[in-house]
């Protein structure tokens, strides 16, 4: 079958096609598998939300949950053994991607328990766990990118563990990940560890950005501040990639890498989360036009992945040399009195709240289907 168009140029123009969901009905129908073979993808993400919306819909699930039941599995325990069968069963469908892009594409990520965001110790013992139990070398761990998480993401590095960070939203925060990973790379370094087998990627979320950020734009309400609307997510995301060519692919500051690669040490590749559209009047392919540029990474929902098969349009590297751009609109946001370390500070924590309380209704709706299952009903 032929790759569509849009999406095949999408990818030559050095952006990996993930796509930002998962269920099993869409491993089971050959959903999955026809998106690797007609639109480009070539990872999957997931995260507690996604894991809730596909639990909690149709039949797909039932006869394990069944099965759990009788042995007598909790909501936790259930939800543990769904998940990371259904991240096996996806690692399997990429796994040939993987083979064929030598480990950098073909990944599927799992997040750690939402509710271990700000505790270390939690986070690292979890990650390990569940890298053993899903037990595919196309894995990739999910660590939110809360102070807590800093530390946690080294430790499992080192411990030659793949990792996908997630939830940042500041560049101040993204140079934080990026002296993790490498931390984290030297340390399994010494310790042994095959550094060309350990990957990564740094998840910066974009539309949400712009999200908060029109809300209080649109609060001041001046000609000035609306005419900013629409403009924070990508500038902040162009900033972010001008970070990643300074430590990554160059820059004043590519040294420490540099000598880890020479060790067979990867890169770090900056992946766009977030990138549907919230806003109807901004173009439904806005957060993948607008960030194309190598070694990068879009995951999609599906919605934002069909719009530009249908209509989106690469342009060229549109992330290489705008930084600049970027720091801009950051100056005329502050001018205009939006407090950027707040926006960034809420950001985190409603990202950190949203998944916990997806989390806590995939528990309430899991330990209800167990007791129905239990009582045979």
């Given at each position: 079958m032929a790759q569509n168009e849009n999406l095949a140029a999408l990818s030559a123009a050095g952006v990996s096609v993930w796509l930002d969901d998962l269920s099993r009905d869409r491993i089971q129908s050959g959903n999955l598998a026809d998106l690797v073979a007609t639109r480009s993808v070539v990872g999957v993400t997931t995260n507690p939300s996604i894991f809730q919306a596909a639990l909690s819909v149709g039949h797909a699930y039932d006869a394990q949950l069944k099965d759990?039941?009788?042995?007598?599995?909790?909501?936790?325990?259930?939800?543990?053994?769904?998940?990371?069968?259904?991240?096996?069963?996806?690692?399997?469908?990429?796994?040939?991607?993987?083979?064929?892009?030598?480990?950098?594409?073909?990944?599927?990520?799992?997040?750690?328990?939402?509710?271990?965001?700000?505790?270390?110790?939690?986070?690292?013992?979890?990650?390990?766990?569940?890298?053993?139990?899903?037990?595919?070398?196309n894995l990739f761990i999910k660590i939110p990118a809360t102070e807590a998480g800093l530390p946690a993401i080294t430790s499992v590095i080192a411990e030659g563990i793949s990792v996908n960070v997630t939830l940042i939203f500041s560049v101040p925060r993204y140079r934080a990940v990026m002296g993790a990973y490498l931390d984290g790379l030297r340390n399994a370094g010494i310790g042994g560890h095959d550094l060309a087998k350990i990957h990564s990627v740094a998840s910066f979320f974009v539309s949400r950005v712009d999200t908060e950020i029109d809300k209080r734009l649109e609060a001041i309400g001046t000609p000035q501040a609306l005419a900013l609307r629409g403009k924070a997510?990508?500038?902040?995301?162009?900033?972010?990639?001008?970070?990643?060519?300074?430590?990554?692919?160059?820059?004043?500051?590519?040294?420490?890498?540099?000598?880890?690669?020479?060790?067979?040490?990867?890169?770090?590749?900056?992946?766009?989360?977030?990138?549907?559209?919230?806003?109807p009047d901004y173009p439904d392919t806005l957060y993948v036009t607008e960030l194309v540029g190598p070694n990068t990474v879009n995951t999609l929902p599906e919605k934002t992945l069909q719009a530009f098969a249908d209509h989106g349009e690469v342009l060229g590297d549109t992330l290489s040399g705008r930084g600049?751009?970027?720091?801009?609109?950051?100056?005329?946001?502050?001018?205009?009195?939006?407090?950027?370390?707040?926006?960034?500070?809420?950001?985190?924590?409603?990202?950190?709240?949203?998944?916990?309380?997806?989390?806590?209704?995939?528990?309430?709706?899991?330990?209800?289907?167990?007791?129905i299952a239990a009582e045979g009903k």
């Open positions: 759990l039941a009788a042995q007598g599995a909790d909501a936790d325990a259930a939800i543990r053994t769904l998940t990371t069968d259904d991240v096996r069963a996806a690692c399997d469908v990429l796994a040939p991607v993987f083979e064929a892009t030598g480990g950098v594409d073909g990944r599927v990520s799992i997040e750690v328990d939402p509710r271990f965001a700000f505790d270390a110790e939690k986070t690292v013992a979890q990650a390990i766990e569940l890298w053993k139990i899903v037990d595919r070398k997510g990508v500038a902040n995301a162009r900033l972010a990639y001008a970070e990643y060519q300074d430590v990554f692919d160059g820059g004043a500051h590519t040294s420490t890498y540099r000598h880890l690669a020479a060790q067979g040490g990867n890169r770090q590749r900056p992946l766009w989360a977030s990138t549907g559209v919230k806003n600049a751009e970027g720091a801009q609109i950051f100056a005329d946001l502050t001018a205009v009195g939006i407090d950027l370390d707040d926006v960034f500070a809420l950001l985190e924590r409603e990202g950190v709240d949203k998944f916990e309380s997806a989390w806590g209704e995939l528990i309430e709706a899991t330990t209800g289907q167990l007791d």
